[in-house]
C-alpha cells in the first residue's frame, strides 16, 4: 500500500508548472467585523461527570482528533483494505476544519479565511463512524475513551491526534485588544483573527510595528515572521518603509521573540538573521510578550532581567500554546503534557497500542503539516504491524517544513529532521540551496500545497516529499 511515486520528481514539476507573477493585493476598505477568538476554546466541554463506566461501542481503531493529522491517518489506514465500515472511528467535535498554513496568506490579504476552510462531516469518507464530540477522558489500561456526552468507545488500538490549545489568555490584555476593532493589534493564528492582520497592515500609514513570537512551543515557528515579511515588503512597495532607510521611513519594524535567534534551524537562522539586518528590522531577542497595554506591549526577559514596555501602532501578536487539558492530564502524557510517544516508531512509550503525531504528540520536532505528510505513513504502517503482531516496520526521522514567505513572491523553504538538520527535497536533488528564497517555493505554497491537501492529503493519499502515495 505504502509504495510510493518517486518523490521530488512529481513535486518539482508540480512546482516549475507553478510559475506565475505573484501579485500584491490592492489596499481594501476597513470592514468586516472581527469576533473575539472565544471559538478557540478547547475540544472538550465541561459536562457533568457521567456515571456509567461501560463500553457503549466499540472499534478496532479510535482516532481522536480529525485535523491534519486525524483525516491522514484514518484515510491512510482505510485505504490499506484491511478494515469494515465503522471499524474505525473518528471523533472530533468540530463543525469547520481549517487549512490552517493558508492563514499567514490570509493575513497578507491574499486568500480568504472562507476559501481555506471545509465542512468536516464532508471530508470525513462514510466507511469511518465519526463521532462529532469532545472527549473528556482516556483510560488506556482498560482501553476506552470517555466521550464529553459521557458515552465510552472502546479499542484495539488508538491513535491521539487533537492536536494543541492556543491560550489567549496567556497574554494579559491580549483577548480584549484582538476583539477591539480599533486596537491595531491582530494575529494570524486565529480564523477570527487572520483578517484584521491585512485590514491591520493596510490602515498604518505611521508608527511602530511590532511583531512577536513567544518563548515555547508553538505551531509553526517561523509563522510569526512570515506575517513580518509580508508586511514588511506591503509597506515597502507602498513607500512607506525604506530598508536603506528605516529611521526616516514613516513606519519602523521590530521582530520581538522569546528565542536567542530568529529561527530554530543554524542554517535558516543565519540566512534570516541576515535578511533582518539588511532589511533594517530591529531584533528584540529573548522578549517575551506578557502583556497588552492600551498601545504599549510589555516583555519578560530572561534570568530576572527588568520587564520591558515598548509602544506600539500595529501589534502582530502570537499567543502562547500547549496541550489540551483532556490530553495533559490524562496517563498518556509527558511531564510536559504531550502524548509520551517514541520519537522513531510514533509509539507511546508506556501504552503499546496507543500512537500520536502531530502538534499533541512529543515528537521533538517542528509541529507542522508537513511534519505530518512524513509521520502519519510512519504511525500507519506500524499500528498495520502491530494489529498483525508484528514489530514496527516504518521510522521517523524527525522530516518537518516551514514555508517561510520572505515577500510577495518569494519563499524560503526550510526542511529539515531531528538535529535540526536540512533535509532538503529539491536541495538535494537539484543541487540548489533551500535557503535562498525562490518564486517557485511561493507557488508551491500559495497554490500547491493547499490543492493537494483538500485532494489529496486529507484523503490519505499524500506522503510529502515522498509524492502521491497509491
Ligand atoms: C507538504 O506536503 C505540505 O502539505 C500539503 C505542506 O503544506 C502544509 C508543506 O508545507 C510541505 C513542505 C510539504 C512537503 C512537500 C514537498 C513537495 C516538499
Not at 160 to 166: A, D, L, S, T
Not at 206 to 228: D, E, S, Y
Request: aromatic residues 10%; positive net charge; hydrophobic residues 40%.
Amino acid at each position: 500500500m505504502f509504495r510510493t511515486r518517486p518523490a521530488s520528481a512529481a513535486c518539482a514539476a508540480a512546482a516549475r508548472s507553478l510559475l506565475a507573477s505573484p501579485a500584491v493585493p490592492a489596499r481594501r476598505g476597513f470592514a468586516t467585523v472581527t469576533t473575539p477568538p472565544a471559538s478557540a476554546a478547547p475540544a472538550t466541554s465541561a459536562k457533568p461527570a457521567a456515571p456509567v463506566i461501560s463500553t457503549t461501542r466499540s472499534h478496532k481503531v479510535v482516532v481522536v482528533g480529525a485535523g491534519a493529522a486525524g483525516l491522514s491517518v484514518s484515510h491512510q489506514l482505510l485505504a490499506s483494505g484491511q478494515f469494515a465500515p465503522d471499524d474505525i472511528a473518528l471523533v472530533d467535535p468540530a463543525t469547520w476544519h481549517h487549512y490552517q498554513p493558508g492563514w499567514t496568506l490570509v493575513g497578507a490579504g491574499l486568500k480568504t479565511r472562507e476559501e481555506l476552510r471545509r465542512e468536516l462531516g464532508g471530508l470525513v469518507d462514510p466507511k469511518l463512524k465519526f463521532y462529532r464530540e469532545g472527549v473528556r477522558a482516556f483510560a488506556p489500561g482498560d482501553n476506552y475513551v470517555t466521550l464529553a456526552g459521557g458515552d465510552t468507545l472502546g479499542y484495539e488500538q488508538l491513535v491521539v491526534v487533537p492536536g494543541i490549545h492556543i491560550d489567549y489568555g496567556s497574554i494579559a490584555g491580549l483577548p480584549e485588544a484582538l476583539a477591539d476593532l480599533g486596537s491595531g493589534v491582530s494575529s494570524i493564528y486565529g480564523y477570527d483573527t487572520c483578517e484584521k492582520v491585512f485590514r491591520s497592515i493596510e490602515a498604518l500609514e505611521r508608527g511602530v510595528a511590532l511583531f512577536t513570537q513567544p518563548a515555547g512551543v508553538i505551531k509553526c515557528a517561523g509563522a510569526p515572521q512570515k506575517a513580518m515579511w509580508l508586511a514588511f515588503d506591503y509597506w515597502r512597495r507602498a513607500g512607506l518603509y525604506d530598508p536603506k532607510n528605516p529611521a526616516a521611513s514613516p513606519i519602523q519594524i521590530a521582530f520581538a521573540t522569546g528565542l536567542p535567534v530568529m529561527f530554530g534551524v543554524p542554517k535558516y537562522s543565519a540566512a534570516l538573521e541576515k535578511m533582518r539586518q539588511d532589511r533594517g528590522v530591529e531584533g528584540l531577542f529573548e522578549h517575551d510578550l506578557v502583556a497588552v497595554e492600551g498601545r504599549t506591549a510589555v516583555f519578560a526577559r530572561p534570568g530576572g532581567k527588568e520587564k520591558v514596555a515598548r509602544k506600539f501602532d500595529l501589534l502582530h501578536a502570537v499567543p502562547k500554546m500547549g496541550p489540551h487539558a483532556f490530553v495533559k492530564s490524562s496517563p498518556l502524557a509527558n511531564d510536559a503534557g504531550y502524548v509520551d510517544v517514541d520519537d522513531t516508531t510514533t509509539r507511546h512509550k508506556t501504552f503499546a497500542n496507543v500512537w500520536s503525531v502531530g502538534d499533541a504528540s512529543s515528537l521533538p520536532t517542528s509541529k507542522t503539516a508537513a511534519a505530518i505528510t512524513s509521520q502519519a505513513p510512519v504511525l500507519v504502517r506500524n499500528l498495520l504491524a502491530a494489529l498483525a503482531r508484528q514489530p514496527p516496520a516504518a521510522a521517523y526521522d524527525g522530516y518537518t517544513s516551514c514555508p517561510l514567505l520572505t515577500e510577495y513572491g518569494k519563499v524560503m523553504l526550510a526542511e529539515f529532521k531531528y538535529g535540526g538538520e536540512p533535509k532538503e527535497t529539491f536541495g538535494d536533488w537539484l543541487g540548489i540551496d533551500q535557503a535562498v528564497p525562490r518564486r517557485a517555493f511561493y507557488h508551491l505554497k500559495k497554490d500547491f500545497f493547499p490543492w493537494v491537501y483538500y485532494n489529496y492529503m486529507t484523503k490519505g493519499t499524500w506522503g510529502g516529499p515522498q509524492g502521491w502515495i497509491r
